[in-house]
């Protein structure tokens, strides 16, 4: 017998990627950065530790942390709802909007979460193919649901829908639209100057990639006021942490030190993105920090396999066995990838 | 128009306590801890701050702590759910368990927060008056339900259910049953024994109060491992960061600091409670960090607020107005809340 709600019986939970503690492995299979966060993050921690009493409950709206997003993203604090990792901010958002039989749309393939969100809701999901440029469905620009949701540089695909396109959606759009923009400091463009006319946009934002804080669990959620006002009825009191608080802080009063890990990344991206098109691998343009590469109608299991053999993570997603999504990691990691990656194919010459 | 589901709109939102976070008060309105974390909190945090790679993914099932409150709580790690504070793992538990119009009984007054997860639900929640003595409602023993919550020692009275009262409970309910033992460490006893035995059990703990670790949000629920293996489908993949698993790992290291704090907790409870029972207040038996003082059909709302004019923050709920909540401090911020309190019965008098 079991005692959870029926339809909590019949799914699976998200299967995060590997997180191996121990730091062996040269880690890109979960877009984190390669690059440490911002010197005056350690230092505000080291200055403050001592100082605060962690004895008492940390500052329920995040005020400080609120008010250097807001001159970061432009907007007014009552703008801002800041979230334990912007996972929370979906799993809010999908709270928020959906009920039992209600309908979420959104492109497909993309961050497997929205999925498992929407069964937790008992909501429908409809996943519509992504056309084959990976231009936006046509579907999801015209079809009424309770909530449709762009992953914008989509995961696990890197590609971009320009902002015009997200704006045309929205005015074909009465329910609330997400924008979930976790990789966009990657991308050439972003959706925030459409806040303003279009209140039910909900832009999501995160510090875990391109400012190298995964490990703080701190995300944005950017929306008009009234928007803010209903979303936090769903949030715990207390839901990020002192320490969480004043890292975020510090590392967004150091905008020049992000940009620059930025455009790191983007030249590896474009080198390795080359490099992997010479080895015979189709690679989808990326404005994320990873890229995804392909062969088509081939599987590429063996090579996720071996790869990890050679303590090189890579995420393979079973439900794309053809693909394998590789974050961006230093200029040496990726060359000594493309040199695991030249033996394999020597490997696979020698056993023919 | 609104964009949220409809029973939303028609609720508010939890209710904090005040939190001020320039540390002008004498915080005794949310059962903070008057004092520090173990140093070891600060030392580990320290030593480890400038080595580790903020930049990746904390463990998703915090492993390291998991092991450590495995060795504390006495039950194995597969029986153990870390949370973002006990809210986040409150918050799991009544959406795995209720749905629209399920039942949650639970004895009132309590945490009002079971409340407002309650109607996030869209459930249906009774609140069974505890008895005169503040003994467990017979209803809640007898009457079938979707999910049954005991906060125990109860917020805001206090008062303590005995184990075999619980046990008691537990043989009458066939439906999951939530010990919220937020408060247990400062009780006589606690319900971890029953757990091999009830399947429906679920524990929860907490580092906010007797470990001094409000700030950091850690909560435990500890249950059989079907129970967690079930709950953990509805938790976000990295949902505790990592200087909290980290401080929270370090903290269970140093048992005997937090138990002496817990015994000098408990000493100035037991003079605290005779002190304002001489004022003429009527004082609950508490075996928590807190004490509820109350003037039967009186209203203490000026009591608090005057207590608030001389920088002390206790809890007044609009719901329960001839109470206040207090919680216990150190010596002196105990005699100095004595002190104005006869300050205000002395003006009282003036004015007649």
Redesign the interface.
Known sequence: M????KH??L????Q?GE?P?D?QYI?LN?N??????SPL??ET??EN??R?????????LC??LREQASTVYGYPSSWILVG??S??LL?IVF??????G?RVLYPYPTYT?YR?LAL?Q?AIYEEIPFEKDYSIPEKILTDQAQLKVICNPNSPTGTFIPTPIIENLLKNSC??VVVDEAYVDFAYDNALSLLKRYP?LIILRTL?KSF??????VGFLIAQPE?IQ?L?????????????QK?ATAALQDLPYMKNNVEKIKQTRQEFSQAMTKLGYEVLPSEANFVMVRKPGEGLKSEYLYLKKNWILVRYFPEWPDSLRISIGTDSNMQFLIHVLKNINKDHKDDL
């Open positions: 079991s005692y959870f709600r909590l019986d799914i699976a939970g998200y995060p997180q503690q730091g880690k979960t984190e950065n390669p690059y440490p966060p993050v350690v921690l080291m530790l001592r605060h009493r962690l004895s008492y409950y940390p500052s329920p005020d400080e334990n990792g996972d929370e799993s709270r928020a909007f959906l009920g039992n209600d979460l498992v937790l008992e329910c609330p039910q875990s190298s804080l995964a490990g703080i669990r928007m209903g936090l009825k769903m949030k715990d009191s207390y839901n990020v942490n002192w320490f969480s890292a």
